[in-house]
């Protein structure tokens, strides 16, 4: 069975703090990918990353970083020196990489960066 | 990457008449689609898996009779919800998995998504 789960429903954090965005998957798959997307108010999602099974190096990207951890199952996002603009939910979600599988989506993390 | 088009963004309609959806891949051949419906707060819940010229496979618990879905060619899919009732109201948002020029199969690409509300 395929399922992604995100614990944590809400984060509100000071503008400039650090913030971890947790992801715990579940898959028999030996091949997958991982994603994380941005939803930010006006709905549509935006990508930001993805990551397959048989690369666990942790990638930086400006103020995001990611870390992949294949032994406990987790693919946390980071957010350094957070801003307002940061402020959207965010969805990791997984997939079985065949053509034609469907995305998995966690439940989604809510974060609001506050001024 | 990729770019999927959704159509419209936002659709108010009347109880009891129908509602189309469009979501095209504008630079590459959509093989695969995907509509999700999403309530306010809550995750994407997958509705339906269409490959192009066959029938759509559904999700367990969504009605097919009420949410069409063509996939006539490989760069429209259309999502029609039938007979539209105020339950019905959400964020619909299509993904597209294709083929084309260094484009990665196993992503999938996400249309802007349609906010419907049925009065």
């Known amino acids: 069975a395929q399922k992604v789960t995100q614990a944590q429903t809400e984060i509100s954090v000071v503008e400039k703090e650090d913030v971890t965005l947790d992801c715990v998957y579940e898959t028999r798959d030996t091949t997958y990918y991982l994603f994380w997307y941005k939803q930010p108010p006006s709905g549509e999602l935006v990508f930001l990353i993805r990551r397959n099974s048989f690369d666990e190096q942790n990638e930086i990207s400006g103020r995001y970083s990611w870390n992949f951890q294949k032994s406990t199952s987790s693919f946390n996002f980071t957010i350094t020196a957070s801003q307002v603009v940061d402020s959207a939910v965010y969805f990791c979600a997984l997939n079985g990489g065949n053509t034609g599988n469907q995305f998995y989506f966690g439940t989604g993390t809510s974060l609001t960066v506050i001024p | 990457g990729a770019v999927v088009s959704q159509h419209p963004s936002r659709v108010i309609c009347k109880s009891g008449t129908s509602v189309k959806i469009e979501c095209r891949s504008l630079?590459?051949?959509?093989?695969?689609m995907f509509w999700y419906r999403q309530f306010p707060k809550q995750s994407l819940m997958l509705m339906a898996t269409s490959n192009e010229g066959s029938k759509a496979t559904y999700e367990q618990g969504v009605e097919k009779d009420k949410f069409l879905i063509n996939h006539a060619s490989l760069t429209l899919s259309t999502l029609t919800v039938t007979s539209a009732h105020p339950e019905d109201s959400s964020f619909y948002i299509c993904?597209?998995?294709?083929?084309?020029?260094?484009?990665?199969?196993?992503?999938?690409?996400f249309g802007q998504g349609t906010r419907l509300t049925v009065v």
């Open positions: 630079d590459f051949q959509a093989t695969t």
């Open positions: 993904s597209a998995r294709g083929v084309g020029q260094d484009l990665p199969n196993t992503e999938a690409f």
